[in-house]
């Protein structure tokens, strides 16, 4: 749906409904605010928001907790969006002089040009879904390692959990190549071989969430590895860098200045991609 779908449903009369959120994290334990451009609602998840074919959601952020949620979206005929750049809102918040609230960020959502938001699809959602399963298993082996037990089964269970990580990063790699714009090509010139799935999948988390059309400064700022920015920052894709950085360099200490460098090669590669066509679409990046 597109454009061509939109005036299909002015013709006969149906109007695009928008609905802007507010999302909320699972873990915040608050439901997401939607404003309909009327009226303000709160859902506790995304998919009971009232919108119907040909209908357009836009979000903040997409959250894992959401992504089944938004498919089941996407399966109603509707369109989401995402924002693309998440500092966006606190200059916008002081510009217009009000505080940060979750109906004032819905509705300044409301207020913002198409061109601030990605439409989102379904293939990606998806491609994310495995990426986030994939950081959980690595979460619970790095776990599972601190414990060290000695209980019988342990390290059975940790050898069945490895085998479901290999699978996942398998999985992964397959489907960014189809999904994500110049991932193979970057695969190619990096060296990284069929083998390497883990390299590919911490390629695939990085392309998916940096916008490497940005200022090398704000990618650095992004992963903690910007001088003035050495606290905030986004630790799980700093950890998915580190990933990348261990395959390409085949060993597993790299100092920063090599993370950096390596960095600046993945720009150089995919930087000029143009916004227009199949690339265009599906081009990633919510760093900001």
């Not at 859902?43 to 952020?61: F, M, N, P, Q, T």
């Not at 509705?107 to 601030?116: G, Q, R, V, W």
């Not at 479901?164 to 695969?187: G, H, M, S």
């Not at 200490?253 to 993945?266: G, P, S």
């Amino acid at each position: 749906m597109g454009e061509a779908r939109e005036e299909e449903m002015r013709v006969s009369g149906m109007a695009v409904r928008r609905f802007y959120v507010d999302v909320h994290s699972r873990v915040d334990w608050k439901p997401h605010t939607v404003f309909d451009c009327e009226r303000f609602k709160m859902v506790w998840r995304l998919s009971e928001i009232d919108a119907k074919d040909g209908d357009e959601v836009y979000v903040d952020s997409l959250p894992a907790e959401a992504y089944r949620d938004v498919i089941d979206l996407m399966k109603r005929g509707v369109r989401v969006f995402r924002l693309k750049r998440l500092d966006i809102l606190p200059k916008l918040r002081a510009q217009i002089n009000v505080e940060k609230t979750h109906e004032n960020d819905a509705f300044i959502l409301s207020t913002l040009d198409e061109n601030f938001f990605r439409e989102l699809h379904e293939e990606e959602v998806r491609l994310r879904m495995l990426i986030a399963e994939y950081n959980k298993l690595l979460r619970l082996l790095k776990r599972m390692r601190q414990l060290d037990c000695r209980v019988e089964g342990f390290a059975e269970a940790r050898r069945i959990i490895r085998r479901a990580k290999d699978r996942l990063a398998e999985q992964i790699a397959a489907e960014a190549e189809t999904i994500i714009p110049r991932y193979r090509e970057v695969c190619e010139r990096l060296g990284l071989s069929d083998n390497d799935v883990h390299g590919k999948a911490a390629l695939a988390d990085l392309m998916l969430n940096i916008d490497f059309n940005r200022g090398l400064r704000k990618i650095l700022s992004y992963l903690g590895r910007h001088q003035h920015n050495r606290s905030h920052y986004n630790k799980r894709i700093r950890m998915a860098l580190e990933r990348l950085s261990m395959s390409y360099y085949q060993r597993r200490i790299v100092r920063a200045k090599e993370q950096v460098k390596l960095l600046k090669t993945i720009r150089g590669m995919v930087a000029s991609q143009s916004d227009g066509g199949e690339e265009g679409r599906m081009r990633p990046g919510t760093n900001g």
